[in-house]
């Protein structure tokens, strides 16, 4: 959409007393610590997590071992200094607390053999390209993803496991109680052990059943990372994965489509922002900041789809925007056009809004209203402020910057991020002025 590019702090302690200025000194190293604990939390819980889930096959002791390895380095870093390698020291740490709850339980001695020859990972490089293309974490994809388990679930237990997602977000994000999502997470994990869900990338026709999701995982993952209040962390990972998913099935055109329509989207991530932090909408952004080289490797990636599912579109839309000059420069035609066959394949309100958008820049302002106020005559996307942003930023294609303007507050009324809400004021501002 034009108007949105879509797809821990401290306080100051004072008194009225002296300060004590090796009292700060204290709380800046904890708050360093923190922040340092948090950042390596992010990059590291995942990996952590998926290597012990593969060696122990226990779910909820991975999880503990490595959320215990995260309080240990809240604890110890702001005295002993944060570590060279963070995610090596809680790699550490949480593979240590596994063998002593293993070894306290009297679980066999193959998996204690397994856990106490784990390289250990202070200093340890990041595997080369040409090494084992399966890991650990896209095995945990796959079996997050499994058919046995219900559609929520398979989000739910991603969301916890793959990406660190707190219990108590995950509720929110889909609406239900953080009680009520405990036991789902509970009862995912408990129907993976019962009924014995390997935990690898399975071939032949389980492949197929099972990739669709997989790839919506990482659609997903991508998305949380590059929200507007998003982690980035997240974006890279799931670029990450999906280049290696893409070494492992590359004659699967979706999921070269997704890698494609990935790294379209993450060649803008530089540039999305102002100086002062500030949201950048596509047409404002300096197109000089855009990653070429990931442009070019999702061109690349793009020539090798020979098939035209809805990642394949969306592929294409993005090239459209990735490739343009300028904004005035994009070609909003064959723009147009492709969300036609995309809402030919997929119909959803969100294809149906952002068709809309598109159609309006391609044949006039009329056009889009159009599409928009059907679109909008059954309900869709009630309440949603990039639908409200979206007839706002056609109004004013039609010259009315008063409305235009009124309608970009209301959608600011409406909007849960912070940068989101700002830009859409901003946008108001620039109107009424």
């Known amino acids: 959409m034009a108007g949105i590019d879509a797809p821990t702090g401290g306080h100051d302690r004072t008194g009225t007393g002296t300060h004590d200025p090796a009292d700060g000194h204290v709380n800046g190293g904890v708050a360093a610590a923190a922040q340092a604990a948090a950042a390596a939390g992010v990059h590291a819980y995942p990996r952590i997590v998926a290597t012990l889930i593969r060696v122990t096959g226990d779910w909820s002791l991975a999880e503990d ?7 240990a380095a809240l604890e110890r870093w702001p005295a002993d200094g944060v570590p060279a390698n963070p995610g090596g020291w809680l790699m550490t740490v949480a593979r240590n607390r596994a063998i002593d709850v293993l070894r ?3 679980v066999e001695r193959r998996k204690l053999h397994d856990l106490a020859v784990l390289t250990p990972v202070d200093g340890q490089p990041e595997p080369e390209a040409g090494e084992d293309v399966v890991d650990d974490r896209l095995r945990l994809i ?14 739910a237990l991603t969301l916890r496991t793959v990406c660190g997602v707190p219990t ?4 929110r994000l889909l609406l239900v109680s953080e009680s009520t999502m405990t036991r789902r997470l509970t009862r995912a994990r408990t129907r993976i052990a019962q009924a014995g869900i390997p935990y690898r990338v399975p071939s032949g026709p389980a492949l197929a059943e099972r990739l669709p999701g997989v790839l919506a995982v990482l659609y997903l993952l991508f998305t949380r990372g590059y929200l507007p209040d998003g982690e980035p962390a997240f974006a890279d990972e799931a670029v990450r994965l999906a280049r290696l998913l893409d070494r492992l099935m590359s004659e699967q055109s979706e999921v070269v489509a997704l890698l494609a329509l990935l790294l379209f989207q993450h060649s803008r991530r530089d540039a999305r922002r102002d100086a002062a932090g500030n949201l950048l909408t596509l047409e404002r952004q300096d197109r000089a900041r855009w990653d070429r080289a990931a442009i070019a490797e999702g061109l690349a990636a793009l020539v090798r789809v020979r098939h035209d599912g809805p990642y394949a579109w969306q592929a294409r839309i993005a090239a459209c925007h990735a490739t343009a000059a300028s904004f005035d420069a994009t070609d909003w ?7 036609d066959a995309l809402a030919d394949i997929r119909p959803s309100p969100v294809i149906a809004l952002n068709r809309a958008v598109a159609h309006g820049y391609a044949y006039g302002p009329v056009a889009g209203l159009g599409l928009l106020d059907a679109m909008q005559a059954g309900g869709g996307l009630d309440g ?32 849960g991020p912070t940068a989101q809400r700002r830009a859409l004021l901003d946008r108001a501002d620039d109107l009424a002025r």
């Open 65 to 71: 071992c490595t959320q215990e390895a995260l309080t």
């Open 104 to 106: 306290r339980a009297a």
């Open 142 to 155: 796959f079996t997050c993803c499994h058919p046995a388990l219900a559609i929520e679930a398979r989000v």
């Open 168 to 171: 108590a977000d995950i509720a």
């Open 333 to 339: 035609p064959t723009i147009a056009r492709a969300y």
């Open 384 to 415: 949603n402020p990039l639908a409200v942003a979206a007839r706002a930023d056609l109004v004013a294609r039609q010259g009315d910057r008063l409305r235009a303007a009124a309608l970009f507050r209301e959608a600011s009324g409406m909007a």
